[in-house]
T-cell receptor, first 113, second 117 residues
């Protein structure tokens, strides 16, 4: 079974600075999807960014970008110009057969003003 | 776009009663809906996958007779917790994948907090 590992239980970043959240996964598949979801205190899951494994170009959404290293099975999220509203739990997820998502344990991001 | 709603957002019930939670995709049709359970400060645990017009597929360890799932249309799935007990208290979240477009992406509802007394 596929597994997703987020090795950082908590991270802190100063407002306006950049932070990178780590994620590694294990799979024998060659084509798959990866996601980062954000869960603020309201507990609403919000899609941050998605990456298709067959695309070599790293996905970008405004201040959010990923570093996708397929051979290393690594999928890190970079948040630039951090804002107070970025404070949340961030989950990395792998989509396996049947469109089922396998989530990592999550990383709590704290933003300091 | 891609909005998913859940109702109710918060429910308290007595032990032994049943509770129904609705999940609706508001602006798209969903071929597949998913039900998750989340304990405080933990990750999401998939309970079951629901396809319109067919029986739900439950994950290992999830009691299908306790957590009844009905997916009657392309925009509505319901989860019924039957004979609820305090250990069923949790945060339940649904998600939906669009029929067209980015079918691989799941959009999540706001969740339902269940407290069983």
């Amino acid at each position: 079974a596929q597994t997703v590992t987020q090795s950082q239980p908590e991270m802190s970043v100063q407002e306006a600075e950049t932070v990178t959240l780590s994620c590694t996964y294990d799979t024998s598949e060659s084509d798959y999807y990866l996601f980062w979801y954000k869960q603020p205190p309201s507990r609403q899951m919000i899609l941050v960014i998605r990456q298709e494994a067959y695309k070599q170009q790293n996905a970008t959404e405004n201040r959010f970008s990923v570093n996708f290293q397929k051979a290393a099975k690594s999928f890190s999220l970079k948040i630039s110009d951090s804002q107070l509203g970025d404070a949340a739990m961030y989950f990395c997820a792998y989509m396996e057969y049947g469109n089922k998502l396998v989530f990592g344990a999550g990383t709590i991001l704290r933003v300091k003003s | 776009g891609a909005v998913v709603s859940q109702h109710p957002s918060w429910v308290i019930c007595k032990s032994g009663t049943s509770v129904k939670i609705e999940c609706r995709s508001l602006d798209f049709q969903a071929t597949t809906m998913f039900w998750y359970r989340q304990f405080p400060k933990q990750s999401l645990m998939l309970m079951a996958t629901s396809n319109e017009g067919s029986k739900a597929t439950y994950e290992q360890g999830v009691e299908k007779d306790k957590f009844l799932i009905n997916h009657a249309s392309l925009t509505l799935s319901t989860l019924t917790v039957t004979s609820a007990h305090p250990e069923d208290s949790s945060f339940y979240i649904c998600s939906a994948s669009p029929w067209t477009g980015e079918r691989e992406t799941q959009y999540f509802g706001p969740g339902t907090r269940l407290l069983v007394l």
